[in-house]
């Protein structure tokens, strides 16, 4: 089956501790998204990718890093310098660039040892 | 500035009653999307509609339906005769064409509740 898979489902960063979460999918799409969620909070866009080898940086990208060398893969790094890491990541891809739906993985929950 | 606004944080119902999630949305554009994603305990976001702003007619789709207002900005969503499944949470979320591609704005989402 088609979809995207995100890894770990569950995240416990030390301080001062670079962390990657994990984004794959097989839907043959070419953007891809992560997006942060906080308690009682939408989702806010970090970074997305419309093609391999690019990608740009959304609302909330301080702090954190991505790549996209292949068209399947892209991993979010949380950085040491993202102070306040504690959230749900959601990653997302889409056949093109929105507005065409977007369709999301499990989730990460990242917190803070 | 785009901008979607949720206003009910909460609602429960009983099971086998309708239900209504309210959703306005701001926009200077004329050309733009909407969207409903639902988000169950699980996690992930479903898809449940794209639509366009030069297409006004409501839609639907089994239980659920969706009234597009332009002149009140509105994007509601029905659901009718709710049951347990339906719990989660909802969100409605604006696409403008030309803005920041990639940039889905979501509101803060509808925690629906939907007790036996």
């Known amino acids: 089956d088609g979809g995207i898979t995100q890894s770990p489902k569950y995240l416990f960063r030390k301080e001062g501790q670079n962390v990657t979460l994990s984004c794959e999918q097989n839907?043959?799409?070419?953007?891809m998204y992560w997006y942060r969620q906080d308690p009682g909070q939408g989702l806010r866009l970090i970074y997305y990718?419309?093609?391999?080898?690019?990608?740009q940086k959304g609302d909330i990208a301080e702090g954190y890093s991505v790549s996209r060398e292949k068209k399947e893969s892209f991993p979010l790094t949380v950085t040491s310098a993202q102070k306040n890491p504690t959230a749900f990541y959601l990653c997302?891809?889409?056949?093109?660039?929105?507005?065409?739906?977007?369709?999301f993985g499990d989730g990460t929950r990242l917190s803070i040892l | 500035a785009q901008k979607v606004t949720q206003a009910q944080t909460e609602i429960s119902v009983v099971e086998k009653e309708d239900v209504t999630l309210d959703c306005v949305y701001e926009t200077r554009d004329t050309t733009y999307y909407l969207f409903w994603y639902k988000q169950p305990p699980s996690g992930e976001l479903v898809f449940l509609i794209r639509?366009?702003?030069?297409?006004?007619q409501n839609e639907i789709s089994g239980r659920y339906s969706w009234n597009f207002q332009k002149s009140t900005s509105s994007f509601n969503f029905t659901i009718t005769a709710s049951q347990v499944v339906d719990s989660a949470v909802y969100f409605c979320?604006?696409?403008?064409?030309?803005?920041?591609?990639?940039?889905?704005?979501f509101g803060k989402g509808t925690k629906l509740s939907v007790k036996p």
């Open positions: 990718s419309q093609i391999v080898n690019d990608f």
């Open positions: 979320a604006l696409s403008v064409r030309g803005g920041s591609q990639g940039n889905l704005i």
């Open positions: 639509r366009n702003s030069f297409d006004e």
């Open positions: 839907l043959n799409h070419d953007a």
């Open positions: 997302a891809s889409s056949v093109d660039r929105v507005p065409q739906p977007q369709h």
